[in-house]
């Protein structure tokens, strides 16, 4: 059992109607409704085995996430969560997180899954901008991500959060500015933002050449206005991406970045539970096969201790605002920080990229533009 107060749960939905050409997530495009019906049979076999190994934690947060999970139907939606809350102690005041295409939901099926138990819906717009949705290969245009928007609130949910995407090809400062404003304008009361990077192994990495992105310095610029528009309409930053109306603030992704326990269901879905960090097979069909026989194998498992979780939480947690308390961390990793990794720290504070208060430290302004290269350095310590 976890020391833990709590843990979440994630699970992991790897179906959309189409891959984006720059997501680099473990999705497919190309699958029949009976391998769904026996995906679906296997994520419960999931739920239902992890759970008979015994966790005993509290599920603060539940997030099912992808691939596109609003593509199940609520029936499906609906059997998971009651197959999570027979096995799992559930907390009454629980995040039920779903994430949502504009394309594949509408006022009836977002009133059906706000009674079945989702009480957070997360919207993928990453713009209004139909001209900005092309480029991005995304399946919705400008009017159903602005109806998804109205559709959810009459629906009756009151914390919807989107995703928008800035450093896309041929996107200017005042396309950034007028996606800003129209999620302000739409209501939503969580923003995440993110650079489009081109990662690895995907269509648009093949074809990155002739993809040319705004300069690094007006990227940086895109960021920073982001940054102060959200705040002028009440949007507080929480995380280096991430920026709230007060009491809306992602309980789910706050585990995460604070390094706390979660358990991962689905095909490819990483857990981290007792300090040990694993994931499930991640190609469907073989994830499938398994379950079938009983037999989850846990992949890439790494126990994190010592040091090397202490390096970690610092990692994730100087993703905070409000950074992390090196004290309490070197308290739950059951070690101080090593001379190189003190060293590393003062020296991120002499370069400005760190800001130091009694045993908490965090980034500097100009060090969450850098937090690749800071955390970076503290790994390597």
């Known amino acids: 059992m976890s020391p833990e107060a709590g843990c979440g749960i994630y699970v992991h939905i790897p179906f959309c109607r189409r891959k984006c050409p720059y997501c680099d997530f473990n999705s497919i495009d190309a699958f029949s409704s009976a391998t769904l019906r026996r995906y679906l049979r296997a994520l419960l076999a999931d739920i239902r085995l992890t759970a008979a190994a015994g966790t005993g934690d509290v599920v603060r947060s539940i997030y099912i996430g992808g691939g596109t999970p609003s593509l199940l139907s609520v029936r499906s939606v609906s059997t998971i969560l009651a197959s999570i809350a027979a096995r799992f102690p559930i907390a009454p005041d ?11 939901v509408d006022r009836k099926k977002l009133r059906q899954l706000r009674r079945c138990g989702i009480s957070r819906l997360s919207i993928g717009v990453q713009s209004f901008q139909d001209r900005l949705l092309r480029v991005l290969g995304r399946i919705h245009n400008g009017a159903q991500a602005r109806a998804a928007l109205r559709q959810a609130q009459t629906a009756g949910f009151s914390n919807v959060s989107i995703d928008l995407m800035y450093a896309i090809a041929g996107q200017s400062l005042s396309d950034w500015e007028a ?11 969580h923003v995440s933002f993110y650079d489009l990077t081109i990662e690895p192994g995907t269509s648009l990495f093949r074809r990155r050449r002739t993809f040319v992105q705004p300069a690094a310095d007006r990227q940086a610029q ?18 280096i991406s991430s920026f709230a109306q007060a009491g809306f603030e992602s309980r789910h992704n706050q585990g995460y970045w604070r390094n706390e326990p979660y358990l991962g269901f689905g095909a490819g879905a990483f857990s981290y539970w007792d300090g040990v960090r694993f994931y499930k097979q991640k190609n469907v ?21 010592g040091q090397r979780r202490l390096r970690e939480t610092l990692m994730l947690g100087l993703r905070l605002m409000r950074g992390i308390d090196l004290t309490a961390a070197a308290q739950r990793a059951g070690c101080a920080p090593d001379a190189p990794l003190q060293a590393a720290i003062a020296h991120s504070i002499e370069d400005g990229w760190l800001r130091r208060r009694g045993s908490r430290i965090r980034l500097s302004r100009r060090g969450i533009l850098a937090y690749n290269d800071v955390v970076g350095e503290l790994l390597r310590a």
Do not use: H, W
């Open 94 to 104: 629980s995040e039920v997180t779903l994430e949502a295409n504009p394309a594949s």
């Open 222 to 239: 895109m960021y920073r206005r982001g940054c102060r528009l959200l705040a002028a309409a009440g949007f507080r930053q929480y995380e």
């Open 285 to 305: 069909v073989q994830y499938i096969y398994q379950a079938q026989r009983g037999c989850l194998v846990r992949f890439g498992k790494e126990r994190l201790c």
């Open 179 to 189: 996606d800003l404003r129209q999620a302000i304008a739409g209501g939503a009361c």
